[in-house]
């Protein structure tokens, strides 16, 4: 069985890896929930970054379980993409299901893929 982890290598680490995405996003998905920024990466494989705000979401379970599903989300749909992108969350998601999360994300993914594929940053 393929190896199913989102490795380190498929997330962005340093605070500069962030501010590169930020500064010089080609494509952006908005929805009310959160936003997902994008630009096209050197590399043959998609990078995560997830911003979930003390603000918007008070307890650490609950932003946990958010992390976890984007992370999930992203395995599964955008991972063989060349892009750096950058998830973050808008308003609490604590009070919605995991079910209704991973139905949301995996819209938003398929949203982002639409649109770099109109402006032919990814394959497909």
Same mark, same amino acid.
């Given at each position: 069985?393929?190896?199913?982890r989102l490795?380190? *290598?498929?997330?962005?680490?340093?605070?500069?890896?962030?501010?590169? /995405?930020?500064?010089? =996003?080609?494509?952006?998905?908005?929805?009310?929930?959160?936003?997902?920024?994008?630009? *096209?990466?050197?590399?043959?494989?998609?990078?995560?970054?997830?911003? /979930?705000?003390?603000?918007?979401? =008070?307890?650490a379970s609950?932003?946990?379980?958010?992390?976890?599903? /984007?992370?999930?989300?992203?395995?599964?749909?955008?991972?063989?993409?060349?892009?750096?992108?950058?998830?973050?969350?808008?308003?609490?998601?604590?009070?919605?299901?995991?079910?209704?999360?991973?139905r949301l994300?995996?819209?938003?993914?398929?949203?982002?893929?639409?649109? *770099?594929?109109?402006?032919?940053?990814?394959?497909?």
């Open positions: 069985m393929p190896d199913q490795r380190a *290598c498929h997330r962005l680490h340093a605070s500069d890896e962030f501010r590169q /995405v930020f500064k010089n =996003t080609e494509v952006r998905v908005a929805h009310p929930d959160y936003l997902l920024l994008a630009k *096209c990466n050197l590399v043959d494989y998609g990078r995560l970054g997830v911003i /979930v705000g003390k603000r918007h979401i =008070t307890k609950a932003r946990n379980v958010i992390k976890r599903l /984007v992370r999930e989300t992203f395995r599964k749909n955008i991972r063989s993409e060349s892009l750096d992108i950058l998830f973050v969350v808008r308003s609490d998601l604590s009070g919605i299901s995991k079910k209704e999360l991973t994300f995996e819209d938003g993914w398929k949203r982002l893929k639409n649109k *770099c594929s109109k402006f032919g940053k990814v394959s497909g």
